[in-house]
């Protein structure tokens, strides 16, 4: 290990090699920035809504309903309205829910004149009233999940509705794998997994019974980790979800994994679901690449073994790990080309777990389907979002694509999170000249963050850059805290100017070795989310990463040493 006392202007240039790459700017001065295929435009319907957005939802009147990311008491979905038609809203209004959220709550739907909105723990509805933007019928909780959480990683509550009155739920699973010890290294999971009781799968109601708990429904699906995209496809009577796969494979079992295996995999699976269907969480894993499902690390498996994971569901399609899928929609309109019709439209949110690799999706993407297949792979439909290519970080990101809705003349909607940004898509070419030129443009232009197999060398953005306490950060920390220190925005808190870096020496080391569980404040804005104890590293590499922390991202606060971690471990009984 490098000596802790560095001189400052080396730490610099350290620093600075390990957090720096240029980053062109990627910007489309047409169609509010974005990238389509020829023949498609797009207008800003808003540039930014107060509470952000998540998941949005048309009327058949054309007034949009958003579910905020971020909401107080009574103001958890924002109305638009548009009243001179020129494309952009100028009536916004907020209404819905009693409870303060923290980002997770997302699925709002319309269905059967009612609007769906929820919060990460409630399902509530309101009648909607013709001509009124504001819903004038009587909130009504129609379900409620009563489960102690604590912490839970993966609360989001998603809407979906079959055509004969029934509404579809998803439980996460509250951990990676199912490990004995959450999110310590080379922790082996439980057999059988507990959390399969009451998680980890997708729950069908009554769309029309209030005050619901979990006990009221019907288990239809199990052995899914957790899902933000999910749809009812009109065309084959079925519901389809795209699966968040795991995270933590280089963190957990670097002996096991590589960085680039850690970046790629495991990949996020589109899949269709029947009552009784099984993916296979915690003990599998679908692999793209090598198009088979696996046995997770947790329970022996080394990337290869398959064991008996052959029994359990596969994809349609895998696409790469960590784009974070959080919106579905069956595109049933008659607007767009006919490539488009029946097929499946997804938001990808964008990863935050590739580094050393540069983050990637941030897109809209299409699967086309005939005959109730997948035809012919997927598509880039929309690109641009994150203004800059490669993303280095999350949060260099502008914008981070994430709700999807249909309007009545078969446009569509994209809102993002970052600020609440809307666009409506329509196609303005000639359908029956529509070509497939217009697909390979999009795909020409990506470069790093958008290729689906990075290189396992040229695209490694720590190449040649070795760093003492950076080595550890990249492995350790980067994938949460990213590169530049400066969290997703989300989930995970920035380290820049974190008041719990820069201050009380204690009290930082005491999180490393100790984790974090439950909701923080971090320079004024709440975080909720699960910081795994670092207690196996060594003393030395806990200083070295700590001191890097404190002097990095623009911090400036004194080192740490080797002889602070071991007092810090005596006091709190935790052995070297």
């Known amino acids: 290990m490098v000596n802790l006392k560095i001189a400052s202007s080396l730490l610099v240039i350290l620093v600075t090699g390990f957090v720096t790459r240029p980053q062109p700017d990627v910007v489309n001065a047409k169609n509010g920035g974005l990238f389509l295929p020829d023949g498609f435009e797009a207008v800003v319907v808003v540039d ?39 494309g952009r809203a100028d009536i916004i209004k907020r209404f819905g829910g009693s409870k303060k959220e923290h980002g997770y709550g997302t699925g ?29 019928g009587k909130e009504e909780i129609i379900m409620t999940d ?36 959450f999110r310590m290294p080379s922790s082996a999971g439980m057999t059988p997994c507990p959390f399969l009781e009451d998680h980890g799968g997708v729950w069908r109601f009554d769309a029309n019974k209030l005050n619901q708990t979990q006990k009221d429904g019907y288990r239809y699906a199990t052995g899914i980790r957790s899902v933000v995209a999910m749809d009812w496809n ?26 680039w295996q850690s970046a790629v995999l495991p990949s996020e699976e589109f899949v269709r679901i029947k009552e009784g269907t099984n993916l296979g969480w915690p003990y599998c894993y679908y692999d793209q690449i090598q198009q088979k499902k696996v046995l997770g690390p947790e329970y022996g498996g080394d990337g290869k073994i398959v064991g008996n994971c052959g029994i359990y569901e596969k994809p349609l399609i895998g696409f790469p790990g960590h784009w974070a899928p959080n919106d579905l929609l069956f595109y049933q ?41 997948p035809s012919g792979g997927w598509d880039i439909f929309a690109d641009g979002f994150a203004g800059v290519d490669p993303i280095v970080n999350t949060s260099d990101a ?20 970052e600020k609440g940004k809307i666009w409506k898509v329509t196609y303005k070419g000639d359908k029956s000249k529509f070509a497939s030129t217009a697909l390979e443009q999009m795909e020409k232009r990506k470069t790093m963050s958008h290729i689906r197999t990075p290189d396992v060398v040229n695209d490694n953005l720590d190449k040649d850059k070795p760093v003492a306490g950076g080595k550890v950060y990249s492995v350790y920390c980067a994938a949460c805290h990213q590169r ?12 820049a100017g974190s008041e719990w870096v820069t201050g009380d020496k204690k009290k930082l080391i005491h999180v490393l070795l100790k984790g974090l569980d439950g909701q923080v404040e971090v320079k004024g804005k709440p975080y909720n989310n699960i910081m795994p104890n670092h207690s196996f590293l060594k003393n030395e590499e806990i200083a070295e990463v700590l001191t890097f ?3 990095s991202f623009g911090n400036n606060s004194s080192a740490i040493d080797a002889n602070d971690i071991k007092k810090e471990r005596k006091a709190l009984n935790i052995n070297d």
Not at 234 to 259: F, I
Not at 484 to 495: E, I, K, V
């Open 48 to 86: 930014s809504l107060p509470g952000r957005a998540r998941h949005i939802a048309v009327n058949e009147n054309g007034d949009i309903y958003v579910k905020a990311r971020f909401a107080d008491k009574n103001e958890s979905v924002i109305a638009l309205r548009d009243t001179n038609h020129d």
């Open 484 to 495: 530049n220190g400066q969290g997703d925005s989300q989930r995970f808190p920035p380290l």
């Open 398 to 417: 502008a914008y981070r694509p994430m709700g999807i809705a249909m309007g009545q003349d078969g446009s569509l909607y994209f809102a993002e999170t």
């Open 234 to 259: 009109n065309a084959d009577d079925n519901l389809y979800l795209v699966q968040h796969g795991r995270d933590d494979l280089l963190r957990l079992w670097a002996g096991v994994y590589s960085p």
């Open 146 to 181: 009563d489960h102690a959480h604590g912490m839970h990683e993966h609360i989001a509550k998603p809407i979906s509705f079959d055509n004969k009155g029934n509404m579809y739920i998803p439980f996460g699973a509250p951990s990676n794998a199912c490990e004995e010890l």
């Open 549 to 551: 922390i404190r002097q």
């Open 108 to 136: 709002v739907r319309i269905h059967n004149g009612y609007i769906y909105f929820s919060s990460e723990l409630i399902v509530y509805r309101q009648k909607l009233t013709p001509g009124k933007l504001i819903p004038e």
């Open 333 to 373: 309109g008659n607007q767009f080309p006919d490539r488009y019709k029946n097929g499946a439209f997804i938001a990808f949110h964008g990863s935050t777990n590739r580094a050393p690799y540069p983050q990637s999706s941030y897109i809209i993407g299409f699967v086309p389907f005939q005959n109730g297949q």
